[in-house]
């Protein structure tokens, strides 16, 4: 059962850094598109980075540019988010989602349809 689990979420004043975690089991990321999203309340659902399957290439929301960085590491079976110079805004649930084959950002654009397995979500909370 290919599953997805998110950790490292939390509560972090604004300025401050967290680093998110993606563990993938029941399958291998090697061949699979990584996005991250968030879901504020009463907001819909947006992507905040995606990597691609192939080349790594990657995509951003304008609005976590140079703040956000996303990897991954095959050999852990894992992906990352470092958050940097997090803001209020970045209040949210984060997900982590993969899909077969995928390139960054139609996954980040369109994170709908078949095809992608979605974590559970880790709360992220930036706040004095």
């Known amino acids: 059962q290919p599953q997805l689990v998110e950790s490292g979420g939390g509560l972090v004043q604004p300025g401050g850094s967290l680093r998110l975690s993606c563990a993938a089991s029941g399958f291998t990321l090697d061949y699979y598109a990584i996005g991250w999203f968030r879901q504020a309340p009463g907001k819909e659902r947006e992507g905040v980075s995606c990597?691609?399957?192939?080349?790594?290439?990657?995509y951003y929301a304008n609005s976590v540019k140079g703040r956000f960085t996303i990897s991954r590491d095959n050999a852990k079976n894992t992906a990352y988010l470092q958050m940097n110079s997090l803001k209020p805004e970045d209040t949210a649930v984060y997900y982590c989602?993969?899909?077969?084959?995928?390139?960054?950002?139609?996954?980040?654009?369109?994170?709908?349809?078949?095809?992608?397995?979605w974590g559970q979500g880790t709360q992220v909370t930036v706040s004095s």
């Open positions: 990597i691609s399957s192939s080349d790594d290439s990657t």
């Open positions: 989602a993969v899909r077969f084959g995928a390139t960054a950002q139609p996954m980040c654009i369109e994170p709908y349809g078949p095809g992608f397995t």
